[in-house]
């Protein structure tokens, strides 16, 4: 059995990253770093509270670290971890720099470590079915896809890195990165891009509007998110040459993490009825319809794969390298928009 830390509690640690580390029966949640309030023992208390990073890295007993603080620290904590000779997970954007990852990367390897960014959302059910639709062929030659991120919120948090503007904040590093992982593991690098970003809710926010378009030799991706979006209408929507792809709803995991529902337990990650596909084809002249239900999403593979990298019984599936590429499209994307032109990758 592998010993991890959690070196926060907050959204990501209390809803995603401990009760899928506690649900993989070859890993345990050994300590939490709470420099405040122990509040984490409610929920787990056969976890061991540590007040410092420091003390947390310095544990023998502790063989994985999961990075998942505020964007500027992935970084130094990574590297920290690493250097104390710690396998590490840490959330994305993976860092904010491509010197940082690249630095990250070779130290890894150097050190022989597993070194994973959480890309969770290869693990839902918008690009598994995406995913499938794209290997099957049925819509031939695909000339656009749009991809949506859209939610209503007008409330600002007092979470400084998404909500001020400072350098990885706002919704294009926190929920831009998701699609963008999805884009490059479906259609890899693209060619350049042009970006439109703004700050709906105050003038002097972060980004919570995006719309950026991605030119591949033959195919246009789009990229949109707003924070005023009532009203949801396809969040996929895929076009091709022999028929369209259209993906409604949205995957259960996370509601049902936050309602401490994980994986093993009865009714996990199955669809609702809201989630299902409409697949709209055309064979030999003739036009047909479907509405096919939306796939089981599957975030407990992650730590599965974690588990089996570590112990060399499978190769890692979320490769860093993948994540640093998403880190460069970010960066690509928010210069094009601060230049307002078209940016060649």
Sequence with gaps: MLNVALCSYGMSGKVFHAPLITAEPRLKLHSILQRNEPTALADYPQATIVKSFEELI???DIQLVVVN???EHHYPM???????????????????SLDEGNELIALAQQKNLILSVFQNKRLESDHLDAQKVIQSGALGRIVEVEWHYDRYRTNITHKKWKEDNLPGSGTWFDLGIHMVDSMLCLFGKPNAVYADMRSLRRAEGSTDYFNTIFHYADMRVILRSSTYVSEKGATVAIHGD??????FGQDVQEGQ??????????????????NYVVLHTHNNGEAQRKIIS??????EHYYQNIVDAITGKAPLAFLPQQSLLGVEV???AEESAKQQTLIHF
Excluded: C
């Design 294 to 299: 939306g796939q089981r999403g599957y975030y």
């Design 242 to 247: 022999k028929g369209s792809f259209l993906k």
């Design 257 to 274: 993490m936050m309602r401490g529902i994980i994986p093993g337990m009865p009714g996990w990650a199955q669809p609702g009825e809201d």
């Design 69 to 71: 603080t505020p964007n």
């Design 78 to 96: 990574t590297k920290a971890a690493l250097l104390a000779g710690k396998h590490v997970v840490v959330e994305k954007p993976f860092t904010l």
């Design 58 to 60: 310095a544990n023998p």
């Design 330 to 332: 970010l960066l690509a």
